[in-house]
């Protein structure tokens, strides 16, 4: 009598043998869609780098255009492809690559962007010099030579638009990077 009563007070805990395999098979399931999960996470993370790396490339390069643009004194030639205009710069001659002093005043030289399909040059000529100057690649990876952009015209441009285009490696649209910058200093042109 004594064993009887034991059996009918018993708590049962545990799993069944059938809510054991339904658990396991679940556990399974959930582990491979977060392998397969991470596995595709790690095939892309090259291509987003890349991108990633571009855009702050891109994004560094108009910082660039733009602050010399926004020093500048008057605008020499402009097209859609290239912008030649007088700014200041901190060299010690035009088109060198020894800094100034930083007590030193920033000497005024012609700067030349030139763009086309695929990348972005840079050259830095004597006041009036518009050929000529060692071009230097600043950027590559656009996929347009159409850049700048001019108000009110080409011909009287105080303000200068910068746009550059990276071509999205996924094939959907192009990611656009653009900024602008009025020539400050316009009025002190003689």
């Known amino acids: 009598m004594l064993?009887?009563?034991l059996g009918e007070d018993r708590d049962e805990a545990g799993l069944?043998?059938?809510?054991?395999?339904?658990?396991?098979?679940?556990?399974?399931v959930l582990v491979g869609a977060a392998g397969s999960m991470v596995i595709s996470?790690?095939?892309?993370?090259?291509?987003?780098?890349?991108?990633?790396?571009?855009?702050?490339s891109a994004r560094w390069v108009l910082e660039r255009m733009t602050r010399e643009i926004r020093d500048g004194v008057k605008v020499d030639n402009a097209t859609a492809s290239?912008?030649?205009?007088?700014?200041?710069?901190?060299h010690t001659i035009c088109g060198g690559t020894t800094l100034l002093a930083s007590t030193s005043p920033s000497?005024?030289?012609?700067?030349?962007y030139t763009c086309s399909p695929t990348s972005c040059s840079r050259a830095e000529t004597a006041l009036?010099?518009?050929?000529g100057g060692t071009f230097r690649t600043i950027f590559k990876g656009i996929d347009s030579s159409n850049v700048f952009n001019y108000s009110p015209s080409a011909a009287a441009a105080t303000y200068v638009g910068v746009t550059l285009r990276i071509p999205n490696p996924?094939?959907?649209?192009?990611?656009?990077?653009?900024?602008?910058?009025?020539?400050r200093n316009a009025t002190l042109a003689n």
């Open 170 to 183: 996924s094939g959907g649209s192009a990611l656009t990077v653009s900024d602008g910058a009025s020539l």
């Open 107 to 112: 000497i005024k030289c012609e700067v030349t």
């Open 41 to 56: 996470a790690m095939r892309s993370q090259p291509e987003v780098s890349s991108r990633a790396n571009s855009i702050s």
């Open 82 to 90: 290239s912008i030649s205009f007088q700014t200041y710069v901190r």
């Open 16 to 28: 069944t043998l059938i809510e054991l395999l339904v658990a396991t098979t679940m556990s399974i």
């Open 128 to 131: 009036g010099v518009l050929t």
């Open 3 to 5: 064993h009887a009563r």
